[in-house]
């Protein structure tokens, strides 16, 4: 009950601050954050929300994103829900603009918002990437629950224990994976605008052990032949193809040609098609990935560590996560999640090089202080957005770390070592669980550590030596107080290139000068 009772007060501290239940038009929730749909962004209290002990962090993007980290935000939001819904209730009129602020002035504001927010993140494929990434992110929780499970299983498989329970672990750990390509194409359709269940059962094909049995292209099929990717594709062009029925089709005789003829033009078309044509692409990114790192392991490492966070900030990493997804699908593991987590490591280094820099900034100290436990286990947005954002340089010295590592990493890769996660989500400590290779367990997790102590120490060096100018000793080396006023120091928009969440797959970062770091990207 006192959990309970904590998560609700929470939420009850974040609402008056977002401008109450009338101001919020949506509600949801990823790995970390807590994803609100505002009608009036002027009505927030930015710097009181960053104060609340329980928030590490606020990002603007598509959404206003409060960050509270993860496990903490799936208990917050519902409570969150809950007392939107009662505010509502007892006052379902929507309160009014403040007396002080006129309607020219809100409308001239929201304007100025709409017109950044499209200028900056409304790209066309950026929107169709944060549309992918909305379809795999939901995933998320069952890839790491599966992954651990089947870590479990694996270590209790070698020791030769409880050889009774396995056969449970094994089913409980590949039972989500053998129906991933159903959610996917669920997700898909919900998504882009069609019915999610037609979505399903067009995905569905592709898993049917009965495909086996059908010819295309001169070849049996496969069940599972195309995976995430095939049931991506048959899901989107099952949306089109249902749009169109509603289009055409009389409303009399809608609810049952429709979804027959959806499934039917839909099925077609991925038995005969695109189950191979994703098969290939399939077999390709999975024969790329290890050719990759086999042979440039060292120096794929230090460029994909390096450049993980720069990639986050112009939005191109979610276009990674249906390729970690294949990967898993295939290998059991993604090879390229223990490399681009090294960014982490590089940030935890540099957050620790500020803290010896900084002697006298107590307030820049304490900040580190508190948010360096999340920064270990993968949570980067309080270090990010408390220390290395506002001071510019460390930023860029970070990534240096994250390439060490990464490097590091590679290098083994290529040496025969595989290392590799059995989930997307988690980066750093947290990621222990999720390890997998070739060579044995304890091998990975040596490697792997091994990784992590690299990149803090590159980080650590780059930042202590390189991360300071003359001038920024000068104006941060002094006492600052509150922390929030560190950040407004800076100008709170872009001293220094944008950053976002967390070493691992949704963690942000790099330059882009034209982005406003207060509306960084979306971490996963």
């Not at 209790?156 to 390509?181: D, H, K, Q, Y």
């Not at 102590?453 to 000068?474: E, I, N, P, Q, R």
Request: some cysteine; aromatic content about 8%.
């Amino acid at each position: 009950m006192a959990t309970e009772d904590k998560n609700r007060a929470t939420a009850a501290a974040i609402l008056p601050l977002v401008g109450g239940a009338a101001n919020v038009s949506s509600i949801a929730h990823c790995m970390t954050r807590l994803r609100l749909g505002l009608h009036d962004r002027s009505l927030v209290d930015d710097e009181a929300l960053r104060a609340l002990p329980a928030v590490m962090g606020v990002v603007e993007d598509d959404s206003y994103q409060i960050v509270l980290g993860p496990g903490t935000v799936a208990r917050v939001t519902p409570e969150f829900e809950r007392l939107v819904e009662e505010a509502r209730a007892a006052a379902p009129e929507p309160a009014p603009a403040p007396a002080a602020v006129s309607a020219e002035e809100l409308a001239a504001q929201g304007a100025a918002i709409k017109a950044r927010r499209k200028a900056r993140n409304a790209t066309p494929f950026k929107l169709f990437l944060r549309r992918i990434a909305n379809i795999f992110v939901p995933l998320i929780p069952a890839l790491i629950g599966c992954g651990i499970i089947a870590g479990l299983g694996g270590l209790l498989t070698n020791l030769e224990w409880l050889p009774s329970v396995t056969p449970a672990l094994a089913a409980m750990a590949s039972g989500f994976m053998a129906l991933i390509a159903v959610f996917v194409g669920y997700n898909t359709a919900k998504e882009f605008g069609g019915t999610p269940v037609l979505g399903g059962a067009v995905a569905a094909i592709i898993v049917f052990p009965g495909v086996g049995d059908i010819d295309a292209f001169g070849q049996s099929l496969s069940p599972g032949q195309g995976g995430v990717l095939g049931a991506l594709g048959a899901a989107v062009l099952a949306v089109y193809v249902e749009k169109w029925c509603r289009r055409w089709v009389p409303e009399a005789l809608d609810v049952l040609v429709t979804p027959t003829l959806t499934v039917l033009i839909s099925g077609l078309v991925t038995i005969f098609g695109l189950m191979f044509v994703a098969g290939e692409v399939s077999s390709a990114i999975g024969t790329f990935a290890n050719w990759l790192l086999a042979n440039g392991g060292a120096g794929a490492g230090f460029v994909l560590g390096g450049l993980f966070l720069p990639l986050v900030m112009l939005g191109l990493h979610q276009a990674l996560i249906p390729i970690h997804t294949t990967l898993i699908e295939q290998q059991s593991y993604t090879v390229l999640l223990p490399i681009l987590a090294m960014a982490g490591a590089g940030q935890v280094g540099a957050a620790m090089a500020v803290y010896c820099r900084l002697p006298r900034n107590e307030s820049i100290r304490r900040t580190i202080k508190s948010a360096l436990p999340a920064g270990l286990l993968g949570v980067g947005e309080p270090l990010i957005y408390g220390v290395s954002l506002p001071l510019g340089r460390p930023f860029i010295t970070a990534c240096v770390g994250g390439a060490f590592g990464g490097g590091f990493v590679g290098l083994f890769n290529q040496l025969g070592d595989t290392v590799g996660s059995t989930a997307i989500g988690p980066s750093g400590w947290a990621l222990f669980p999720l390890l997998d290779g070739n060579h044995g367990l304890g091998s990975t997790i040596a490697i792997y550590a091994g990784g992590l102590l690299v990149g803090y120490v590159a980080g650590f060096v780059a930042t202590y030596f390189f991360g300071f100018g003359k001038d920024l000793l000068t104006e941060f080396n002094v006492s600052q107080e509150p922390v929030s006023s560190t950040v407004a120091a800076t100008g709170g928009t872009h001293p220094a290139p944008e950053a976002g969440a967390t070493g691992g797959p949704g963690g942000t970062g790099g330059p882009d000068p034209g982005t406003d770091p207060a509306k960084a990207p979306a971490g996963v």
